[in-house]
DNA sequence: ATATTGACGGTGT
DNA sequence: TACACCGCCAATA
């Protein structure tokens, strides 16, 4: 099938793909990178699918607020955060702190 | 085809 | 800073 909405889950993963370790970004950035910034709802629900991925760090993605709004998603209800830790962030609260810090922007 | 839901973002109070 | 409401868009029932 050559429908685009293939595409648009398949542009956030080649996104989410290229962010560092120990870094971060928005479900908004990466919307906005692929040419669908009022669609960030729309990359929360690829990245629901990409858990499957490894390819895919789901876990470097949160919120503008630097919330883990998904870490319910994912097998263990820490999970998401200890990643984040792992990888030297600072997590507190379910929330990034010094996200401001750690923020990646996929369109730089 | 219509209604509801959701890993969001922005703005108002 | 915290909370509420609205707008966007695709998937699901």
């Known amino acids: 099938m050559q429908t685009s909405s293939l595409n648009f889950f398949e542009r956030v993963y080649q996104v989410v793909r290229q962010i560092p370790y120990g870094k971060v970004t928005s479900y908004g950035a990466i919307a906005k990178s692929i040419g669908a910034a009022k669609s960030a709802r729309m990359v929360g629900y690829a990245m629901k699918n990409a ?8 876990h470097r993605v949160v ?5 883990l ?7 263990g209800t820490s ?11 600072v997590v507190q609260d379910n929330k990034i ?7 990646w922007d996929p369109n730089k």
């Open 51 to 58: 858990s499957n991925l490894e390819d895919v760090p789901a």
């Open 63 to 67: 919120n503008r607020n630097g919330i």
């Open 69 to 75: 709004t998904g870490k319910h998603h994912f097998k």
């Open 79 to 89: 999970l998401m955060q200890q990643l984040l830790e792992s990888e030297g962030l």
């Open 97 to 103: 702190q010094n996200f401001k810090q750690v923020f």
